[in-house]
């Protein structure tokens, strides 16, 4: 598909993001229509409680969940063109379990607020994916060795994140450490918009002047090399940018699962592309597909579910279907 159609496919996907944040807007224990979100948008209309409702709870939590969306898939993006894997996940180097293991330590440790285990589990996060680049940085065998040192890694923090459980109190801090392990978006505000605002549009900027070196990167090291790109640099700068929008986000939010690995999936079949051209088509399918699923979250059931229950359902589904028609295409060929 040339460039220009993955453009106006974009577009579509940017308006069709737009149309169901305005619909979202209405949605919830206090329903409001489409034409009453539009009215209390612009200042016509006089309830006092709609404009609460929209602009005090609603506006924030939509803003984090289409940026947390975005940055998400626009991460796992990189993670599956620099690994060249498509089954590649922003976990693989450990930033996950490193985060939740700075949670966890936060919950029981150093008193839980949402600041103090929002900061360490950022840090933690930070230290493990770091830990895993240092480790791999002597190896020959740069890919490979990433993969491994990040399992490594991942298990220790795990092994960390279970000792951290197993010292909890039960009555007190287990529960708040696996309701945090499921993330959700129910302490969003403007102040945690503007950090993943922030966080996000910077990896973006900086991961959009790496694109046609990532292009390139895909035709492998040596090939790379040859065109004079530097492979290890680009490599650790993408990863690192792709590493601190995941770490800022879960670090807010708490873990969400499958977002990173099934919108860069749905774009790539969405294009017929598999480079970093449908990044932004990546960035609106995760945008779409988080909405979707924290709406649910919030509306569907009596208590608002965690959303990795459902993003973990949805991803789970979204996949098999692919797996089977990818199976039936290869089958008639």
Known sequence: MSLQKVKVKTAVL??????????????????????????????????????????????????????????????????????????????ILGVGSGCSFGAAFAMVFLGGSFYIVGT????????????????????????????????????????????????????????????????????????????VGLCVAVGMIILFSLRWKLKVLMLGDEQAQALGVSVKKVRLLALGMATLIVATIISVVGLV???????????????????LSCACASMCFGGILLLGADTCARTLFPAELPISILTSFMGAMMLAVILIQSTKASLHN
């Open 120 to 195: 360490t589990a950022f840090i933690c996060g930070i230290l493990v994916v770091t830990l895993t680049l240092t480790l791999a940085r002597r190896s020959t065998h740069k890919t490979l060795s990433l993969v491994l040192w990040g399992i490594v890694m991942s298990s220790i923090a795990s092994s960390g994140l279970m000792l951290m459980k197993y010292s909890a109190d039960p009555t007190k801090h287990l529960p708040s450490i696996e309701f945090w392990l499921m993330g959700g978006f129910y302490n969003a505000n403007y102040n945690t918009v503007v950090l």
């Open 257 to 275: 699962s499958w977002i990173g690995l099934i919108a860069p999936h749905l774009a790539k079949l969405y294009t017929k592309r598999e480079d």
């Open 14 to 91: 940017v308006v069709m993001l737009l149309g169901l944040s305005i619909v979202c807007l209405g949605l919830g224990r206090y329903n409001l229509s489409p034409i009453e979100v539009l009215k209390t948008l612009i200042g016509l209309e006089p309830e006092k409680m709609a404009h609460t409702v929209v602009f005090g709870m609603r506006i924030p939590r939509i803003l984090l969940v289409i940026l947390s969306g975005c940055g998400l898939a626009l991460s796992g993006h990189v993670y599956q063109v620099v690994f060249r894997n498509p089954l590649v996940s922003p976990d």
